[in-house]
């Protein structure tokens, strides 16, 4: 069942939902006539006789009667109601209404047809006790804990439809004895209206169920750049025949591996004939047809009977691929609902991979395309290679957060530029430059890019709040990459991470951009097919840096280009530096990001590698180390004592046990990676020792590159300066502490940029004697789960007023006692 901690909802009353949803919609001709008294009364008697039995037959009896009501009088035009009794017994009633095209010359079935069905209703019976909605100040935890427990019913059956169609939002009805509510789902979240009594107006259901029903597929929610392909079409076959295996095309993966010679490419399955419709889909010529054999064997998994298949578009072109089930999808409603497919793209016949997502307008980032849209001719950069990219241009959206990708131009930011390249421009260049002012074609200078961007726009002061606004974006990329905990070694391991940070290295020095987002999931192994000098091929591993839609633009100092005022969310939290996660909005740095590095270098060690760490502790420490969280009263987050110990100490310790080390194949511990995280934490320990130095002497920006370190005399003088200028102010002069080594100033220093970190890591994967057999299996639980756990930090204590209460207390409880106080036992 999907996670419901964050979600956003909105209050309106019918009259608002009806102008801010149907507006758009074509008034049908007959307007419904009004219930008729004797189906309120029969609604009413159903409602009033069932209130003494058992909770399922009640809610149960009252969404057949409200079913047959609109069946008989014929609301529901085109659409056909189907109820469906869920297993649990706490969960709401479901009537799922389909198109009638869908459900003719079908059998009739208890389970939801979740591909094609159009709205939703859920009954329940209770009153106030069982409305998700209600107002929780004045309800006890009993009606709470069963409040939530409907409102992740009724987000699990959302998230189903979201699923297994591709929609921007979802129409349904909650009924709740004599009253109703209508609710709007989307990406951006609930808008849900008041209770609205419709057996009190014979008129609202009728107009409601009318008004739903008329509503055109786009109006209903669904993407109509996404089409539906059916069983027994071209594409459908085509898709089948591509998930069989092919001994001519399909090639081994494992690094290392010499390759047969090439085969033709006649072998491959020809893309069918209506995936190109056009010229601009002519397929393009191909001299590799070969595929990975992991590649072929993850997209034949996503070829389920039971799952649909899809053609989406992508970008302004429209350029198409076919998709079934996702490789990975959101495990929430709300938010971003990021989907992964590995896709076949209709122009060449590939597969390739597609990430479907929402995008928060108030983030104003640079979408992911732009970015590696930058790095396309750079061969330096492990980036995955764009095929296509673009906004969803949703024409019959009618909430302000399905916004087009030509209202987005305005917000967005300019694409990125290199450094080399800053001052280049000339008269010919500026030529090409859009209506907009955007150069296309060519980077923009530095000078433009320093300047301040504008504010997101002020949106219109209203009584009620509006949902965010979220954008639909897709993106088409060449590599369909393996995961990280696929590497065979510990040295194959660094060398993956090391090149995502020269990569990462690179981006920062010539295009002034951070990733933003380093975390487990972005770094990923590409087998590439190398040619030795023989002429023969082999198969070799790149670590490729993923996902850089959160990236951040710097200047040549390491200062951002825009203020740190764009909402950008901070996702990973597992693998941020000890500073981000204390406040989240600070200018991110090289440093934040070496250190999230190291994060995940040190999880994959600690779960894939043998050490000193006893199997029954690898849980307890990667809980406590990665996904243990402090909170303090004001709100604030703060990595757990384990992690700070780590980094601002240097020690590396397990929950309950001593230092860790890891081991070789002959479980001795000297591994080579013991020295690299070693000298890792040195510089780590060094940063927060220096960051720690700054604050204690009250400078300003403890986060600007520091020359050197002021004395005593220094912090002294300044004082006497504050007391010449004001002599009335008191006199406060900090304790000041000794200034820090120079080598430690040295060492914190060194993370200020990549090349420390890039000599550290080659002296260490060079002739240190590397074992070859020390991975191991996943010494993680199969059974756990990865998850935010927030520890309060409760303030202490005063014994003094701790006491008092306990005297009050004392008092009170004398009191009630026949008011007299009770008598001390001897």
Known sequence: MPSTRRYTTELVDLHDFETRAFAAMKTPEDHPQPLPQDVINNIRHTIGTTQAAAAGDAKHDVAAVILSAIRDLRLATGMVGRLHVADDYDAPILTAFYPLSSVQGRRRSYKVNWPDLRMLFHAETGGEKSDPFHDLSNMSSSSRERRETLISHLISDVHWAFLLQHRTFLYTLYFNDDYLRILRWSRAGIMVTKPVFYLDDPSVLPRLICRLTHLTDEQQGLDTSVTRVQVGSVEYKFMHELGHSNYDLDIPYKEGTELRPVTPSSSAPASPSSAAPDASQSPEPSDDERVFRYVREGYAKT????????????????????????????????????????????????????????????????????????????????????????????????????????????????????????????????????????????KRAREEDSQPQPEAKKRTRQATPRLPEYAQYRLVVKEVALDLERFTSAWQLVRLIFECIKTHSRAWKEYGILHGDISEGNILICPTISKKKDGKEVVVWHGMLIDWELARFVDKDGNPIRPRTQNTPLLSWQFASLGTVRNPDKVLRVEDELEAFFNVLLLYAVRFLRSTLPQRSVAPFVEEFWDTFKMHPNGSLECSDLKQKALKKGQLEGVGVGDIMFCDDGDAPVHPLNGLLRELLQRFQARYALLQWEADMGMDNPFRPTLGLPGTRAVLGEASRNVAANPQAPVTVRPVRPPLSPKTIELAHSLQTHTAVIKLFSKWMIDQGWPLHDKVGDRLPDDYVSTRRIVPIRPPVNVHMKMDVGRKRQKLEDKSVGGAPRRQSS
């Open 303 to 442: 070829l389920e009977n039971v799952w649909p298949r899809y053609c989406i578009k992508v970008g302004e072109e429209g350029r198409e691929f076919l998709v079934a089930k996702p490789v990975s999808s959101a495990e929430e409603l709300f938010g971003r609902g990021c989907n992964c497919y590995i896709a076949v793209d209709c122009t060449t016949g590939k597969l390739v991979w597609l990430k479907d997502s929402w995008r928060p307008v108030g983030e104003r980032s640079t979408p992911e395309g732009e970015v590696l849209k930058a790095f396309a001719d750079d061969p330096k950069m492990s980036v995955p290679t764009l095929i296509c990219h673009g906004y969803v241009k949703h024409k019959g959206a009618t909430s302000d957060h399905e916004r087009t990708s030509t209202n987005l131009d305005a917000d967005a930011a300019p694409p990125p530029a290199t450094r080399e390249k800053a001052t280049s421009f000339n008269t010919e260049e500026k030529s090409t430059a859009a209506d907009d002012g955007r150069v296309i074609g060519v």
